[in-house]
């Protein structure tokens, strides 16, 4: 062992292996040491949560970290994300389901969270990474200038506190967060959302709730291939995940909003069979008698920090930092954008080249996507019962995401601050975003429920599967990529629009009349609270008219209003 590095890793979980990886990737001579609690072989299986990948982090793993002959090869191919909304007392063939019927081009993955950092850690070693297993780190002392930091730690059944200096020093330890407690970096979460999660030896497959009968409702997916899907069943207040995984596991997660579903009512394995048993008894009839693999709990799983990136030198990564919500599966998603961030960083440190700018810009970027997140989220929890809102939501969020998210991992766009303020010029998403955000929030407070679907097969949805090939593609000019940003404005501009009447239609049908007679509207402007249609500058647009007969009549084509 060395007693200095130029970076010294506090955690070897999916966020310090991937860190480490991505350095020794990126500078060969790069000295790196991992230090960890655990020891190998870790537990098989998803002995931690964040299993599902999106397409931002399947491209993070398999092309900036060279993966995707491995993932391939050890993990299952994703068919994106499954809902099913209703709660559990409707019959399952009856629920309304938005979801893929076959695996799009872009693949994503299930991750079998044991199988792959026990991998990553062998991979990590035979580059030449150091790892340190089975130690405690007692402390990091923070240099104040250029001299290196020191982490003082403890071996395994050891009295004797060792100590290593690095350049930089990572807080990956997830939840211990380490730095953020010891600098006082604490930023108060929701307080108000919690999950309980197990596995369960074998294969939980929702086309096993389904009688074979039901031939129309099978034939939708064919190959019985929902169970390759990240699947969430959904109720006001909660939604439950079933997840596969190479080990021959299924994963099953509950999450809350503890206004509606307290905490108590599933923390331990038989509370939450009972919780399934009444909310999901689909998923209860499936698991009633089998006892699970393990079972782990996370109260109050969001939390956010105040900095987690410095120009002295440290850095928090994955949870060490913060925490959104796993229902967009966003996890794997910030630690490329938070990992990406950081290697730049070192880099430019290591050139020396590292700029005061260049620092707050990166951790400006990790904080503000969190929260974001995090917000688009937990605005929702409230009714993802109900099947029409959530489900045009959802569309609103795939499409924000693969349009605003998608380029820049794609195409390192969050290492270009230059390239991406450029294209930032072109059209702002934000203010819109927020605006529809809540549109949806007043829309399922005032819906009478006139209006819902059977089945949507979203990327059979053309302008949604146009923007997603569209953005997640590498290798495009700033050109291509200021184009591709004004016509993903335009498209959002639209669909918002588009989404407006239709909540008007069926919340308030009787105003239609004048929104028809406008020639455009102001998208930025739109509400259900009429007495601030003229303050908003509804009737103002900001840009000129243009046809939304295209994307009006795929969104329509989706629901049924009741007679």
């Known amino acids: 062992m060395l007693e200095r590095y130029d970076v010294v890793i506090c955690g070897a979980g999916l966020a310090g292996l991937t860190l480490a990886r991505q350095l020794k990737l990126a500078m060969k001579e790069l000295s790196v040491l991992l230090l960890d609690r655990q020891t190998r072989p870790l537990p098989a299986g998803a002995f931690k949560v964040g299993e599902s990948t999106n397409e931002v982090a399947a491209h993070y793993f398999s092309e900036v970290l060279q993966l995707a002959d491995y993932l391939e090869g050890n993990h ?36 079998d969270r044991g199988i792959l950092e026990n991998d990553l850690r062998m991979f990590n070693l035979d580059a030449g990474i150091e790892v340190i297993e089975g130690c405690f780190v007692d402390d990091i002392e923070l240099s104040r200038h250029q001299q290196p930091h020191c982490v003082r730690f ?12 690095g350049r930089w020093v990572i807080d990956a330890m997830g939840r211990r967060c380490f730095l953020r407690k010891k600098l006082g970096l ?11 999660w197990f596995r369960i030896q074998g294969r939980i497959d929702v086309a096993d709730f389904v009688q074979p009968a039901e031939t129309s409702w099978h034939d939708r997916v064919p190959g019985r291939n929902r169970y390759y899907s990240t699947v969430h069943l959904m109720g006001d207040g909660y939604w439950v995940w079933l997840i596969p995984l190479s080990s021959g596991c299924t994963s099953i997660g509950i999450v809350t909003d503890e206004r509606i579903h307290h905490f108590s009512q599933y923390n331990t394995v038989d509370r939450a069979y009972r919780w399934l048993e009444e909310h999901e008894p689909a998923v209860f009839s499936e698991i009633t008698l089998k006892a699970p693999v393990d079972f782990l709990l996370m109260r109050n799983y969001s939390y956010e920090s105040t900095q987690v990136l410095s120009e002295q030198r440290w850095a928090c990564v994955g949870e ?31 050139a020396g080249n590292l700029t005061p700018e260049i620092i707050e810009h990166a951790d400006w970027f990790c904080l503000s996507y969190n929260e974001f997140v995090t917000e688009i989220i937990h605005s929702g929890y409230p009714f993802f019962g109900n099947a029409l809102v959530m489900g045009m939501k959802l569309i609103w969020d795939f499409a924000a995401g693969w349009a605003f998210s998608g380029p820049l991992i794609f195409n390192s766009l969050v290492l270009n601050t230059d390239r991406a303020a450029e294209i930032r010029k072109t059209g702002s998403f934000l203010s819109l975003s927020s605006r529809i955000q809540g549109l949806f929030v007043d829309w399922a ?11 949507i097969d979203y990327l059979t949805i053309p302008f949604l599967k146009d923007l997603r090939l569209r953005n997640l593609k590498v290798g ?17 501009e639209e669909l918002a629009i588009v989404l407006f009447t239709l909540a008007l239609e069926d919340t308030m049908p009787h ?15 739109i509400s259900l609270d009429p007495a601030k249609w003229e303050s908003d500058r509804l009737f103002f647009p900001r840009s000129g008219p243009r046809d939304l007969g295209p994307i009006e009549k795929q969104i329509r084509g989706l629901i049924q209003f009741k007679q």
């Open 76 to 111: 299952l191919r994703k068919l994106g994300l499954r809902y099913f909304f209703g709660g559990g007392r409707v019959p399952f063939e009856h629920r309304p389901e938005f979801g893929l019927s076959q695996f799009p081009p872009v693949y994503t993955y299930q991750l």
């Open 154 to 165: 403890l071996r395994k059944g050891g009295t004797l506190t060792q100590s290593v200096q």
């Open 186 to 196: 604490a930023r108060k979460g929701s307080g108000r959302f919690s999950a309980a």
């Open 320 to 350: 060490a930092g913060f925490f959104s919500d796993p229902f967009y599966s966003p996890g794997s998603d910030q630690i490329g954008f938070a990992n990406s961030l950081t290697t730049e960083a070192i880099r430019l440190d290591m």
């Open 445 to 455: 407070e005032k819906t009478p429920n006139r209006a819902s679907f059977d089945f």
């Open 476 to 492: 495009k000019t700033q050109g291509e990529l200021i184009e591709d940003h004004v016509a993903s404005i335009n498209t959002m």
């Open 511 to 525: 105003l239609l009349g004048s929104i028809r007679q406008a020639e455009w509207l102001n998208a930025w402007g």
